[in-house]
């Protein structure tokens, strides 16, 4: 992706065709919100500082089907954390962490060698009977 906010539009599509696809039309609602907040806030916040080193596809988001879990993942060009917003409820964003720990089992992130950062949710693939249970613990580095 080249780092601008269309791509959270172009993400969606890449979910709804993937996880189609996968026949796990279930996830799709889901999955959609959260590689939508992992692009937005990437494009916000991260490309924000490397303007110095200008690249042509900045971003990249990758989908992994696991056992029993669906894992999004998006990764940048800054080594910066993720950093909740705060939520005075009258703002207009600072939610997006918050959405993605509500739907997800977890997430996280991790530096991303020689530079950047990848950061992760995962949610629970639906069974025969919905999706599973979500874990009562969730790491937040």
């Not at 907040?37 to 303007?51: C, D, G, S």
């Not at 207009?92 to 962490?97: F, Q, V």
């Not at 530096?111 to 639906?126: F, N, Y």
């Amino acid at each position: 992706m080249d780092g601008r906010l269309q791509n959270a539009g172009q993400a969606r599509q890449f979910v709804s065709m993937t996880l189609n696809g996968w026949a796990l039309q279930p996830l799709v609602p889901d999955a959609k919100l959260v590689v939508s907040e992992l692009v937005t806030n990437a494009v916000q916040h991260a490309l924000t500082h490397t303007a110095e080193e200008a690249v042509d596809y900045p971003l990249w988001l990758g989908l992994f089907r696991h056992p029993g879990h669906l894992l999004c993942a998006v990764a940048d060009p800054s080594p910066d954390p993720p950093r909740p917003g705060s939520c005075d409820p009258s703002a207009s964003g600072g939610r997006g962490l918050a959405l993605i720990d509500a739907l997800s089992d977890s997430w996280s992130w991790s530096r991303t060698p020689p530079r950047g950062k990848t950061v992760w949710a995962m949610l629970p693939l639906p069974g025969p009977s919905g999706p599973t249970p979500r874990s009562p613990h969730r790491r937040t580095d």
